[in-house]
């Protein structure tokens, strides 16, 4: 009878432990809106914990807090120490997406590389990730950052990791313009060599999925004001090909010109929404639906499409200034969710 008694013991083991099912816990560093949570939220469900998450951006928070209102704000980063992040007991995952302000070649005048203020935050980062692999030698990371930066200091990110975490890391690029239509270029770091990309860009992400229908787009508060454009020196557009102002036809004309000049001007007929900034003076579209030249600034409800986010309006701020800061700092959830599936978690 043993036998039997053994069988039932183990039968009421995994009644017990199915009622406590294994949670998969993470710890978010540089939190923003929460593009990592809503990705992670679609993958696991609610066997993801959030044992923590850091963030001092008062309007990022206030975004936040109105999805997870039962998660943990850990506070300025600078200020945790190890004790800090022991008390957070076990960790499976650290997510996150230090400053790239000293990085990106969108400040190529100032970009100071992980010796800049804001990008140095990578180094505090590395102190709190060598704290969660002292009780946490399994635990899986997703760094990111933008792909902009001088291949110096993406080596630099990639050789600290490995010698801090004695592990081997890998920066993995992905535009997520496989994903959505927004072409957005970041590198990823983690301890798996993610592979290629080979699905398709998701049905829905199509133009007309994700621009506002033109009876519905309120062109006064939309549209770029004259004097941002006649301030404009050089045509709107990329490469050799774009759209300059005409002032005695009092209209956009397109125009080729010599000079390789880049803007965030995005143009329908690339088939992507160039990458979004926090800027919103940088996000222009050239709305050419059906053969207008409308030159108009994107939407909230454009942009939350744009980034692939779960539920509609993300951001509540009806603050321009305001969502596209947040929206811009985000990451691309979709894109997560593919580096998810790739992680031993």
Known sequence: MPFIHLIIFLFFVFCILSLFPIRMRYLSLFSGIGGFED????????KATCVGYSEIDKHAIKEYERHYPDHQNLGDINLLKKKDIDKLGKIDLVVGGFPCNDLS?????????????????????????????????????IIENNASMAHKWRDVITEELRKTLKRDVFYNFIDS?????????????????????????????????????????????????????KTKNKPYGDGN????????????????????WKSSLSLIENGYIKCVTTVRND??????????AILRYLSKEELNKLFGFSKNNYVDSNVSSIYFRLYGMSVVPLVIVYILSHLDL
């Open 105 to 141: 070649s969108a400040n190529f005048n100032k970009r100071h590389g992980l010796d800049g203020i804001k990008s140095g935050l990578f180094w505090k980062m590395l102190d709190i990730l060598k704290w969660v692999k002292r009780n946490n030698s399994h635990f899986q990371i």
């Open 39 to 46: 990705a992670i939220y679609q993958v696991f469900g609610q």
């Open 241 to 260: 090909q774009g759209i300059i102002w005409n002032e005695e036809k009092n209209e956009f004309v397109k125009s080729s010109y010599s000079t390789r």
């Open 177 to 229: 313009s496989q994903f959505v239509l927004q072409r957005r270029k970041r590198y990823f770091w983690t301890f798996v060599l993610l592979p290629e990309y080979s699905g398709s860009r998701l049905k829905s992400q199509t133009f007309n999925h994700v621009l506002d229908p033109l009876k519905k787009i309120n062109m006064k508060e939309l549209r770029v004001p004259s004097f941002i454009i």
């Open 283 to 292: 996000n222009i579209l050239l709305d050419t639906r059906p053969n207008n």
